[in-house]
């Protein structure tokens, strides 16, 4: 099974798994509506052995099996340190 992995743009630390073949489209609207614009930022094929730290890869795949999608949201103060570094980058 392979996904694509979209980050929000509107929302920071929100990163959208998507089972491949499955649209943005296809996917709730209120969802969507949320995120805003989705950028495109890898693919990861869950058939390999892979090490991912925010699920495993088998329950990525039971949920995308199931719902085609997977939401994760970055801890806040992951977020915090993200918007500070980005901060930071402006000033300089």
Do not use: W
């Amino acid at each position: 099974m392979k996904c694509i992995v979209y980050r929000s743009e509107r929302k920071e630390g929100y990163y959208l798994y998507v089972e491949c073949g499955t649209r943005i489209s296809d996917l709730p609207a209120e969802l969507t509506g949320k995120l805003g614009t989705l950028k495109q930022i890898m693919m990861l094929d869950l058939d390999r052995k892979i090490c991912l730290q925010q699920v495993s890869a088998e329950k990525l795949r039971e949920v995308l099996a199931g719902q085609h999608y997977y939401l994760f949201i970055q801890s806040p103060e992951v977020i915090e340190k993200i918007i500070t570094e980005k901060l930071l980058k402006l000033k300089n």
